[in-house]
């Protein structure tokens, strides 16, 4: 953990810098945020900038407790080499007077959905080396007709990726019927995701990743994971990746969690998120593949029901803020990433 006699950041070599946008005002968002940054250790893997409404992080420091000074910035500046100081980008997308705790509004609506076009526009000019998202409220979004702002609906071009401890999930498809689903998988499709899963977990460190495709019927014996699924992963190997499937979706979580696997990639919602919240759900953390950047999230939502009372856990922020700064860095799923 870090203190205030440890060496200015920017005497330490090889941290990227991390922007994560503080999530709705109105929820728990900025309150993990901030009991995150305390625990010290996110600085040792990453510099940490912080985009949204300075006010709400100020707020999030008097209610969480946490001893800390906000620097406000209005665009990317040199990060702060203070580790007691939360530098905040806040370019006014949040009006000033205007602090919206605890419900959806229109307004906070607006303001998140500027705040990710920020942090998109920061990672794309290089100032991020990776972002993570705070807890966001489709409530408040669709209010302020910005709901497309989150994750794209179309199968192949962007995936959510799920982690906690050993296992990791990736999804085919995510908020789609089993119906639709069915149409949807194909073998171009499976074999383009293994691809961009390999090439993706490459690039966070992981020499030679090994990936395993779940299927999509019991047992993996059915007609999807005949015609589609095994023709898509054995495309996939032939390109020179170590990938194996389709494996009984009864089995293959398990498979991972015993470390014969660095990856499963599941074909629909539920058949990832069960395993996941099943068998960790606190500090777990979510990356969402699509991007030309490492782009994280939680998975936990604003929880107005808890804004203030002190209760928020913020293992999950925690766990995304350190598992964005080692993968950004090359480290691969070390330490906590584990």
């Not at 990060?79 to 370019?91: E, M």
């Not at 702002?149 to 089993?178: C, F, N, Q, W």
């Not at 977990?201 to 019991?218: Q, T």
Request: hydrophobic share 45%.
């Amino acid at each position: 953990m870090s203190t205030a006699s440890d060496p200015p950041m920017a005497a330490t070599a090889g941290r990227p810098v991390v922007g994560t946008m503080i999530g709705d005002p109105a929820g728990i968002g900025p309150e993990v945020t901030v009991k995150a940054l305390a625990d010290g250790s996110v600085h040792e893997v990453s510099i940490p900038v912080l985009l949204g409404s300075a006010a709400a992080v100020e707020r999030a420091l008097d209610m969480t407790g946490v001893k800390a000074r906000v620097r406000r910035m209005r665009s990317f500046e040199r990060p702060s080499d203070d580790v007691r100081v939360i530098d905040v980008i806040d370019t006014g997308a949040l009006p000033e007077g205007v602090l919206p705790l605890g419900e959806d509004t229109e307004v906070a609506g607006h303001a998140s959905a500027q705040w990710l076009d920020e942090l998109d526009a920061l990672a794309r000019d290089g100032s991020f080396a990776a972002t993570i998202m705070g807890p966001i409220s489709t409530g408040s979004l669709k209010m302020a007709g910005k709901l497309d702002k989150v994750i794209s609906p179309t199968p192949g071009e962007s995936y959510l990726v799920l982690l906690t401890g050993p296992l990791r999930v990736a999804h085919l498809t995510d908020h789609m019927s089993l119906r639709q689903v069915i149409d949807v998988i194909t073998a171009d499709l499976v074999a383009k995701a293994i691809g961009q899963v390999n090439d993706a977990m490459r690039s966070w460190g992981i020499a030679r990743p090994r990936i395993a495709v779940a299927g999509l019927n019991p047992h993996a014996m059915g007609d999807e994971d005949r015609l589609a699924i095994a023709p898509g992963v054995e495309r996939a190997r032939a390109a020179g990746i170590a990938v194996e499937g389709p494996i009984a979706p009864d089995s293959v979580f398990r498979q991972c969690i015993e470390g014969r696997y660095d990856m499963v990639l599941a074909m629909f919602h539920d058949q990832g998120h069960i395993a996941v919240k099943t068998w960790g759900f606190s500090g777990n953390c979510v990356i969402m593949m699509g991007p030309p950047y490492l782009h994280m999230s939680v998975a936990h939502g604003t929880a107005y029901d808890i804004v203030g009372t002190g209760q928020a856990d913020a293992a999950m922020m925690l766990s995304a803020m350190r598992t964005c700064g080692q993968l950004a860095s090359g480290q691969g799923f070390s330490g906590d990433a584990q």
